[in-house]
């Protein structure tokens, strides 16, 4: 039988201000490693190593059989089933709208500019919400703060269901917008409370691909609902499915967070008992912090000028740009007579499983697939892990990416065949995944120790772009035209997707700084 043995994280992670070169020893190997924060040994020889792949872990599981580093496969995968259902659900819920303005413009004659001021609104609120809910999800676990966030995220879509007016809709979309937020950044932190970092890749590429499917399979289904049974059905139908889910995530979403003590008590020494499954039911669990609650509300605020999460939100946000501007111009695009395609309710949803088909190519890459690549630069670095390596991706997905901008605008607007603007939808959507597991990934590991306050600080800056861009849509494509607009959008697209060769480049100069001002170790 292999025995598995596993590093200090802390070891493993940091160095001292003065000294950042750290002698680690692995198995009979002795090893000098430039060690800052993201960098670890991720391959090694002995009884360090597991099994024949020589991959270490990290971080290093406790004895306790509730540690989530050390479920059964069984109970973490029904566990993350529940988080990515969420995901998907309200991802369905938040990309929807627009399928349905419409209905709503002719019900309430009001018009698509008032509505898109709270979808924008509700892209905010997304974002800017973590700040509140990740302090909670870190002080008083994350279940309770999902189950919390589905039962009113249902809610809002009976308000919305039952308005009577423009405004009262609008507000059942902002608010909306603040109860789903969770779904944005705590799956990524409950990656990291139940996978290693070899598994993380492919673990965030599980939850993306989740978000991405709400994102084209609910535009899907709204337009059949629209045109079956009239628009309000489609948010009684929201509100309802998001009841289940939140029976379920009662009885099978468990708790992630988990205070890690400093040293492991070998098992030898210590047998913890298993909960019982009406323990793990338990609603709330306090967890030790290290900074009071008004300092985690803080924090991200101030981390959002570290470089790297700077980048990787501009990345993940101007994707989310990218697919937010198209999902909500294809409804004019493909329904007005300027650009003559005349397309249903049930047509326009349809175009939906061209980006959905095209994140299904490519979510490989930047999730499993950076994580393999992961593997392999390591062979080649000496068994050391750089966080960079998962960058890489991104600079695959910009060309695609920028490709279908181009074609959906420029082909709607020569008024080309159909397929051409909808392969175009295809690309974009290729490069969401991408843009989405490469960034969530490279954060988580870069502030491991400060996950949730980094991937807040990350969506909250992610969602101000998309926010800022949707707000800008209508005027840029009024001054330039639909052509020129994605044009210029691709452009951009392909800048953003290839910066990130600086990082490949000066990445780990940004760790080491970040290290020395936020004391991470």
């Known amino acids: 039988m292999t025995t598995c043995h596993t590093l200090d994280p802390k070891k493993m992670e940091s160095a001292s201000d003065k000294q950042s070169v750290a002698d680690l020893e692995v198995g009979d190997l002795s090893r000098s490693i430039d060690m800052v924060p993201g960098t670890r040994l991720l391959l090694g020889q002995g009884q360090n190593s597991l099994g024949s792949s020589g991959i270490i872990l990290s971080p290093e599981p406790s004895s306790d059989p509730d540690d989530p580093l050390n479920w059964s496969a069984l109970r973490k995968s029904l566990s993350f089933f529940v988080v990515n259902l969420y995901s998907f659900m309200v991802a369905v819920v ?33 974002g800017m919400g973590n700040i509140i809910w990740n302090p909670l999800a870190l002080r008083y676990g994350r279940r309770p703060v999902y189950i919390l966030s589905c039962f009113l995220t249902g809610i809002a879509q009976v308000i919305a269901a039952t308005a009577n007016r423009s405004d009262v809709f609008v507000g059942s979309r902002i608010l909306m917008g603040f109860v789903a937020a969770p779904f944005e950044q705590l799956p990524a932190v409950t990656v990291n409370d139940q996978f290693f970092v070899h598994q993380r890749g492919f673990a965030l590429s599980m939850y993306v691909l989740a978000a991405t499917l709400g994102s084209f399979l609910g535009p899907l289904a709204t337009g059949f609902i629209v045109d079956g049974v009239g628009w309000r059905w489609v948010y009684w139908t929201f509100s309802i499915v998001m009841a289940l889910v939140t029976i379920l995530a009662f009885f099978l979403l468990e708790e992630t967070g988990y205070d890690r003590e400093d040293t492991i008590v070998p098992v030898s020494e210590s047998h913890p008992r298993l909960k019982s499954y009406s323990d793990r039911l338990r609603l709330m669990s306090t967890f030790r912090l290290s900074q009071n609650f008004v300092s985690l509300l803080i924090e991200p605020l101030k981390l959002v000028v570290e470089p790297i999460i700077l980048w990787s939100s501009c990345l993940y946000g101007f994707g989310i740009a990218w697919l937010s501007i198209m999902a909500f111009t294809s409804n004019t695009v493909f329904q007005s007579p300027q650009y003559g395609y005349n397309f249903s309710y049930t047509a326009v949803g349809l175009t939906s499983l061209s980006p959905l088909v095209g994140s299904l190519l490519l979510f490989y890459v930047g999730g499993a697939g950076t994580d393999r690549f992961m593997i392999r630069q390591a062979r080649h670095n000496g068994g050391v892990m750089e966080p960079e390596s998962r960058i890489y991706a991104a600079l695959v997905g910009g060309p695609i990416m920028s ?23 295809g690309l974009i959507g290729a490069g969401i995944p991408i843009a989405g597991e490469v960034s969530l990934g490279y954060v988580t590991e870069c502030y491991s120790h400060k996950a949730g306050q980094a991937t807040t600080a990350m969506i909250t800056v992610r969602n101000i772009i998309a926010c800022g861009m949707i707000f800008a849509t209508e005027p840029w494509i009024n001054h330039n035209g639909l052509r020129d607009t994605f044009i210029i959008m691709g452009v951009l697209c392909l800048v953003g997707f290839w910066s990130g060769a600086l990082l490949i480049w000066k990445g780990k100069s940004c760790r080491r700084r970040s290290a020395k001002v936020w004391g991470l170790s």
């Open 403 to 425: 490709a279908g901008l181009i074609l959906y605008g420029a082909g709607a607007s020569a008024k080309l065949h159909w397929m051409v603007p909808v392969v175009g939808m």
């Open 94 to 126: 938040a990309l929807s709208t627009a399928v349905t303005y419409g209905a709503l413009i002719a019900e309430f004659h009001t018009t698509a500019a008032y509505l898109n001021v709270g979808t924008a609104v509700s892209i905010l609120f997304i």
